[in-house]
């Protein structure tokens, strides 16, 4: 007599993860022997970006000095003081701090801490796709609001106060942001406070590219620094601004008003000790970034403004699409207008036919009748060059 499957739990069946399910189609292509360029996935050390030496030092003296037993569950007293002192410079006033396994679990920390089943908490439209996996495994419901790509992908901030009811815990922002490179104004930020003010909500900023600033006269806002009277919690890390993806070291900054903020800040740490903690010798890499000037991303920047403009102005130049310039990051949300193909069978039609390897819209989510795809410019010249006179070729094909 057969036996029943195992069922996996309610939970897990609409946790997705589009940035790796395309990992199906790259398989297939590398089969049909195609010499694949990826352009799919932010992770600047897979594109010859080096973690600094001094981090990389500072891990191995912990190592030598056998700090290698479990930590504090929210994090060392050093590390503490050092996200701490660099918060206050950017104007941000913190009442708590913990310290994560990469800022992803500072994030679902976060949102599980606050949010129930039967609740509900703003995501951006498009919106990096582990905000979509955590609402999926708690069974939260996310409601959209939308990023104008008129306006330079900034927060259409009339289609939020529209989703906001009883049960709206929260709203997430990414700045800058991920997948469309977006830089928010402050305008567009203190109106964001605003609403969040009115309506009793908790603001979770995403900064962790906080650093990538591509154009010279532009200044970056941290939402945090704009109000005390909002509860806000700030995630960031080492992975991008310090190039330790691997390292998994993230935090959170909890900022505003302490009293209304105690018993949430209970339940974060509640979640941190169940797991004990962060990686205990990889936290002594945080004083050493913080406390120094991160020379080592200047230069990136520099790399990286070129790339971006091949990559953009050439986007600008294949027909049917088109590309707004993203002013941080490395990422580029460019528009299609094929019609009779959405953009997830697009992106596995190139991946397949000419071994691009970029992430389809939809996978972000994105504005009801748009098709998008993401696409990064890490790499160096040549190697986006190349890729876009395959994409141009497929394009024309498609269109021919």
């Keep these: 007599m057969g036996k029943d499957k195992i069922k996996p739990a309610f939970r897990t069946l609409q946790v997705e993860y589009a940035i790796r399910d395309i990992v199906e189609a790259s398989e297939e292509a590398k089969k049909r022997g195609k010499d694949l360029i990826y352009l799919n996935i932010g992770d600047p050390v897979k594109y010859g970006f080096k973690t600094p030496k001094s981090i990389i030092e500072a891990v191995c003296k912990a190592l030598q000095k056998n700090y290698n037993s479990y930590s504090e569950s929210s994090g060392i007293p050093e590390a503490i003081k050092a996200i701490e002192a660099n918060a206050l410079k950017r104007g941000i006033k913190p009442v708590d701090i913990y310290i994560t396994q990469g800022a992803s679990e500072a994030i679902e920390f976060a949102i599980s801490a606050l949010v129930n089943s039967e609740e509900n908490i703003l995501l ?52 800058p942001n991920n997948p469309t490179g977006a830089i928010y104004s402050k305008e567009t930020l203190e109106r964001i406070v605003e609403i969040a003010k009115r309506y009793n909500l908790v603001i979770l900023s995403d900064e962790i590219y906080d650093q990538y600033i591509l154009e010279d006269n532009l200044k970056y806002v941290s939402i945090a620094s704009l109000s005390d009277e909002v509860p806000v919690i700030t995630f960031n890390g080492l992975s991008k601004n310090y190039f330790a993806p691997g390292f998994r070291i993230g935090w959170g900054i909890i900022s505003g008003p302490k009293d209304l903020l105690e018993d949430y800040i209970e339940a974060i740490h509640k979640l941190a000790r169940t797991r004990l903690c962060a990686p205990h010798p990889l936290q002594y890499a ?79 989510g994105q504005k009801p009748g748009t098709k998008h795809f993401r696409i990064i410019f890490l790499p160096e010249e040549k190697i986006l060059e190349e890729a876009l006179e395959r994409i141009e070729r497929f394009i024309k094909k498609l269109i021919s």
């Design 124 to 175: 951006p439209c498009p919106c990096y796709p582990l905000y979509q996996a955590i609402v999926s495994k708690f069974r939260i419901e996310a409601r959209y609001y939308l990023l104008d790509e008129d306006k330079n992908w900034e927060p259409d901030i009339e289609s939020i106060e529209p989703l906001i009811d009883k049960k709206t815990r929260a709203i997430v922002i990414i700045n």
């Design 286 to 364: 945080i004083p050493v970034a913080l406390n120094n000037e991160n020379h080592y991303i200047k230069e990136v920047i520099q790399m990286l403004r070129r790339r971006r403009d091949i990559l953009v102005e050439g986007l600008n130049q294949i027909p049917s699409i088109s590309c707004v310039k993203p002013l941080g990051a490395f990422y580029a949300f460019p528009r299609l207008e094929i019609p009779h193909i959405d953009d997830l069978e697009f992106t596995k039609k190139l991946i397949l036919e000419e071994g691009v390897v970029v992430v389809h819209g939809s996978g972000f």
